[in-house]
């Protein structure tokens, strides 16, 4: 899915105020959280965030159909909380959590965890 077509989704989805890039931020927001939470966790990702800016709504986002429920959720709950529609809100970040919880267990699921080495973590034995 490319950043115009969540932008596209989000402005029929709900109809807003918000420039482009202010909902760009937001896509920034949960793209970066995506890596950190959920794709460096993971032993065979290489890649790093790069923010997305205005003029870039052509470029791919990481996660794939179809779990890009993600991002319209997470645009869609930012537009009602900013606007002080905190009931809407609060239904929409139900969505959010669930597609978030949906994508965060397949993607643990489809690739095997970072190994953490322990050795220096734990305190040493003392010798009696």
Not at 80 to 107: C, I, K, P
């Amino acid at each position: 899915m490319k950043v115009r077509e969540v932008l596209a989704d989000i402005a029929t989805m709900r109809p807003n105020a918000f420039t482009d890039g202010e909902k760009i931020k937001f896509l920034n927001t949960i793209e970066g959280r995506i890596y950190k939470e959920i794709l460096e966790k993971a032993e065979d990702f290489e890649g790093e965030f790069i923010p997305f800016a205005e003029g870039e709504e052509e470029r791919e986002l990481i996660v794939p159909i179809p779990y890009t429920d993600i991002y319209t959720y997470y645009l869609a709950a930012m537009i009602d909380f900013y606007n002080g529609e905190s009931g809407r809100y609060n239904d929409t970040m139900v969505l959010f959590n669930q597609a978030w919880e949906d994508y965060a267990a397949y993607y643990r699921q489809t690739h095997k965890p970072k190994q953490t080495n322990l050795t220096g973590l734990l305190p040493e034995r003392r010798r009696r």
